[in-house]
């Protein structure tokens, strides 16, 4: 049986080219980059220069690149970095921080955040999104307070694949951090997780205004356990892990070199004029997806706005089918598909994202998210809507629901 692989959201191949760059840093180029002698020296300059090649996709300064095992540890460096910097400057107790995050970011921000506010650490405020999946600017605004210091909003949710308005934010916060210095107000970071916005989204720091980014290398075929947070210079904000001198004092731990080598010729390759090219492609084929099933299923919905949507992600409800009996009949079928991220698999909790659009317990539990790739073909799709089909058939009829006829 051939297996169709369509959860690219979740991770992705490591593409051949990264595979070779990286081997040698496991074997004869073995050094510890903290080494003064040559081993150490040369794997030193190999991470330079996958630093080098990080700083011209985010068009940022190498210095402002730290290298981390992937974006869980960034984006929780992110969160407990800003509020270790911000407690360390004396301030009176009563003067709580406040933080501004999303209802449907992934894990390692949300809870970041939600045990921040439990240890009495933080003010949160967890903005929803509409019933599109989008979070709206004004809602942002309206939620500052004079001790805010940082606002998180990832730039395309994992599950659902919306378009968060980055640049938007960024344009805001630019004047409204000008107005809060001469008010004396502290400065509002601006984060933004980018983990899924990568292969196909405008990552110039500038551009966006963003003051802290995250990402990971596995999703855009590079290998797991390494990642990156972009910190722009003279942000506030105190590494969390004790021990060396790593990445300029801010992530203690020897370097994970072939990964790091990796992650650098990963994201070289996604600036290539082919890329253009290439979204466009993935795009018509997701569109052509979308379209027959909303078409030739009853009572399938597609969970997220249609227009504002990463070029990869279909995510789709079905009326009366629990989404993990879909995702298993597909599994027997050799087709890898999820409900949502990855990492919350295993758990029968409804999504929390799909929640926060306001969808009910059953609705969201009846989700099936297809990410597609760069080896994601048209005849792939074509086998993948057909057994779609059947499995949404056959489970209605299971639990007693049979719909209208099949087109
Ligand atoms: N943020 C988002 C938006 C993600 O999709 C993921 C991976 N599912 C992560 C963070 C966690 O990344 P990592 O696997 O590198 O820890």
Known sequence: MKKIYLDYAATTPVDKKVLEAMLPYFSENFGNAMSVHGFGQEALEAIDEARAKAALFFKCSPSEIIFTSGATESNNLVVKGILRSHNSIARKAEEKPHIITTAFEHHCVLDACKFAKKDGLAEVTFITPNKEGLISVKDIKAAIQPNTILISVMYVNNEIGTVQ???????????????????????????????????????????????????SAHKIYGPKGVG????????????????????????????????????????????????????????????????????????????????????????????????????????????????????????????????????????????LRLTLGKHTTKQELDIVIVKIKEVVKRLRKISGNVLADFK
């Open 165 to 215: 308005p980055i640049a938007e934010i960024g344009k805001l916060l630019k004047k409204i951090n000008i107005e809060r210095a001469t008010e004396k107000l502290p400065k509002i970071s601006f984060h933004t997780d980018a983990t899924q916005a990568i292969n196909y989204f405008n990552c110039d720091v500038d551009e966006i205004g963003v003051d802290l980014l995250s990402m």
């Open 228 to 367: 990156l947070l972009y910190v722009r210079k003279a942000t506030a904000i105190k590494r969390i892990q004790d021990g060396g001198d790593q990445e300029y004092k801010m992530r203690a731990g020897t370097h994970n070199v072939p990964g790091i080598i990796g992650l650098g010729a990963a994201i070289n390759a996604i600036k290539t004029p082919a890329t253009l090219k290439y979204i466009k492609e993935i795009t018509q084929l997701r569109d052509y997806l979308i379209k027959r099933v909303l078409k030739e299923i009853p009572k399938s919905y597609l969970n997220g706005s249609a227009e504002k949507r990463s070029p990869n992600n279909a995510n789709f409800r079905f009326d009366d089918v629990e989404g993990e009996g879909l995702i298993l009949s597909l599994d027997l079928d050799g087709i890898a598909a999820s409900t949502g991220s990855a990492c919350s698999s295993g758990a029968l909790d409804p999504s929390h994202v799909l929640l926060s659009l306001g969808l009910r317990h059953e609705q969201a539990h009846g989700s």
